[in-house]
């Protein structure tokens, strides 16, 4: 639970039968209720909105409604094609992460965003701890966690995430992670400014640009994220950014427009 207070941000609810939840995530995450999202044109300080809509939370960008609302789906869309097409342990991100001779770790994704990456990761069998460190993006991805695992194809894959809402630059360096033992690799996806005009950058991508910015901190993980992880560090990054800290890779994986930056502490285990 964060103590710290968003008045730019609310919740609200569009249909009277997610009250509660409403007001649940409003408590946990420490954002303003206002009610039915109906009302929020009697709240002009408002620039954003988390709504129940059909019983899940999504995010309204309110000076673009034409963006739509963003939310978590671990169950429809490009994340079900993923999983279902993403070719397994053949993709970028497996080859990474290092999942060949049976190694199936347990990674700590750093800056878990809306999940995406960790929910492939569990899909091949990883255990994820999930830190994110926005209110906001922790309650999207709490909400999204929630309503995965009610959904009978996606509910064992969603047990294996666990979300932890805190920052990644406060609990790493303090040794205070639980579950600092058993970390075999970490998993950072900084935010990084993106080269193209805003109109290109996917909705997302605007919506968070707007609210969270740019992480720049970043740099500051890299020394506890290879303090902590068992066997190596992934760094993802764009193309053209250069490596987090500068500090120079043991070795990356290159794609059209990122790549896997991998730091190895000690060689993967062969079963």
């Known amino acids: 639970m964060t103590e710290s207070r968003h008045p730019n941000i609310a919740v609200a609810y569009c249909d009277a039968i997610d009250s509660e939840n409403s007001k649940l995530i409003a408590k946990k995450y420490g954002f303003d209720y206002i009610g039915d999202a109906a009302s929020v044109n009697k709240h002009p300080q408002l620039d954003f909105l988390l709504q129940f809509n059909q019983q899940a939370l999504e995010l309204l960008k309110l000076d673009e409604p034409k963006l739509g609302g963003v939310k978590v789906d671990f169950v429809e869309g490009a994340t079900a094609h993923r999983r279902k097409f993403g070719g397994g342990r053949g993709q970028d991100i497996a080859k990474a992460i290092g999942l060949k001779h049976g190694f199936t770790p347990h990674i700590l994704d750093a800056t878990a965003g809306l999940g995406r990456d960790a929910f492939v990761l569990a899909s091949l069998g990883c255990q994820i701890t999930l830190m994110e460190r926005m209110p906001v993006v922790a309650a999207l991805l709490d909400d999204g966690l929630e309503r995965a695992k009610l959904n009978s194809e996606v509910s064992e894959i969603a047990q294996r995430m666990q979300l932890v809402h805190a920052s990644s630059i406060d609990l790493l360096p303090s040794g205070k992670m639980t579950l600092a033992e058993q970390v075999d690799v970490v998993y950072l996806d900084p935010m990084y400014p993106h080269r193209e005009k805003s109109a290109a950058v996917k909705k997302e991508?605007?919506?968070?640009?707007?609210?969270?910015?740019?992480?720049?901190?970043?740099?500051?993980?890299?020394?506890?994220?290879?303090?902590?992880?068992?066997?190596?560090?992934?760094?993802?990054?764009?193309?053209?950014?250069?490596?987090?800290?500068?500090?120079?890779?043991?070795?990356?994986?290159?794609?059209?427009?990122?790549?896997?930056?991998?730091?190895?502490?000690?060689?993967?285990?062969k079963n």
């Open 205 to 269: 991508m605007r919506v968070f640009q707007s609210l969270v910015g740019e992480d720049l901190d970043a740099d500051a993980l890299l020394a506890p994220a290879l303090a902590l992880a068992k066997y190596r560090v992934v760094v993802k990054r764009p193309s053209y950014a250069p490596p987090l800290n500068n500090q120079k890779p043991s070795t990356s994986i290159k794609m059209k427009k990122n790549r896997f930056d991998v730091y190895v502490n000690a060689a993967i285990p």
